[in-house]
């Protein structure tokens, strides 16, 4: 995150998958919000065994992904 505020998320996919950041739930399908300070963040995308979904995207118009 370059600027701390608010960062937008949108999660295109079936019910089931929860969008979680740096430990706190934020959101599931469909957009969602949440502020956050400036620097570097753990996204986590938890998948129940049971609503794998055939394919998932995570956009975001507020922030760069960076895989590690």
Do not use: M, Y
């Amino acid at each position: 995150v370059a600027q701390a505020g608010k960062v937008r998320f949108l999660l295109e996919c079936p019910p089931g998958p929860e969008l979680w950041i740096d430990g706190r739930k934020v959101g599931t399908a469909g957009p969602s919000s949440v502020e956050l300070s400036q620097g570097l963040h753990r996204v986590v995308l938890q998948i129940p065994p049971q609503h794998v979904p055939e394919a998932l995207r995570l956009t975001s118009p507020d922030v760069s992904f960076v895989l590690n």
